[in-house]
């Protein structure tokens, strides 16, 4: 008898792999987590936000809500009955909670945006592993680290995958759908689906250092680096030039200080760390210095530009 209902659970997981994501539960509420949450739940999934901080997911919460507002009004043209279901549907579907665990026991997916620390994803994911349903896709919205590493904290590498996001969530497009080599047909599917259900455009991309974007984007700005590193050109004239010859919105140094100095630095000293014989992965002197004295782009009021009043 344990047999035949070892079977029969194992033939339910697949059936429920394979059906509509619905209960989702999004780990982190900053401008990652946040936009996520929120995106889902303007498109009929329900939708519970964790964090372990208290005040931290409450200030995400309403922030969400102000966001969902402008959406409403730019999507139905201003107020009236057609905005106002639309906001009020989308916040009645919106959850928060500070328990990861307790979060997870309804869920078809969980998408991680915490802080990008392996080991912190790693402890999450194990802890979560414990308690979410045997059909549960696992996803994590790391832009740097390797998705099979956090999925080796788990049992079910076959329902683990990367969802990378790009900020702003309900701005931008694009959806990276990664896939480890044990990640299953069905649960890759399934992801691919929930992210068109969100309105995305989805693109499929094997698990490699940066995935498809931040991988040609992250050494592309490092080479930018090196040009003045050189003395080859101005990060002001590397910039015009990018924008006017190449058609880009912002130049390379402009999108480093948007970004955070100090992200680039880190996933630049993971990659050298991973494959220290790649050329394009090499660290900047000029990067560290800059980011050693505080100065980490548009966060802390000044980067390659100032942005000080």
Partial sequence: MAFVNHIAKRAFSKSAT????????????????????????Q???????????????????QRIKTSIQRVAKKKFGGEGPDAEKFISDAIQR?????????????????????VENLDVKKKLFSQLDAAAPEHTIF??????????????????????????????????????????PETSQATYEAMVAWGKGMGKVTVECKDTP?????RLLVPYMFEAVRLVERGDASP???????????????????????????????IVDGWAKAYPDNPLFQPSELINKLVSEGKLGVKSGEGFYSYKK
Avoid at 18 to 41: C, R, Y
Avoid at 96 to 109: F, K, Q
Avoid at 151 to 175: I, S
């Fill in 210 to 214: 940066g995935f498809i974007v931040n």
């Fill in 43 to 61: 498109t009929g999934h329900t939708v519970t936000m964790v964090d372990i901080d208290g005040e931290a997911v409450k200030k995400a919460e």
């Fill in 94 to 114: 919106l959850g928060t909670s500070t328990d990861a665990v307790a979060s997870v026991t309804a869920a078809d997916l969980v998408v991680e945006a915490i």
């Fill in 236 to 266: 002001r004239d590397i910039d015009t030039a990018m924008k006017l010859g190449a058609g880009y919105p912002m130049g390379p140094f402009e999108l480093m200080d948007y970004v955070g100095l100090d992200t680039g630095k880190f």
């Fill in 139 to 180: 996803a994590s919205n790391t832009s740097s680290l390797p998705i099979s590493k956090i999925a080796e904290a788990t049992n079910r590498k076959d329902r683990f995958g990367g969802l990378h996001f790009f900020n702003p969530v309900p701005v931008m497009k694009l959806l990276e759908v990664v896939r480890i």
């Fill in 18 to 41: 394979m059906s509509a994501i619905k209960n989702v539960t999004v780990i982190g509420s900053g401008l990652m987590g946040a936009g996520i949450a929120q995106v889902a739940a």
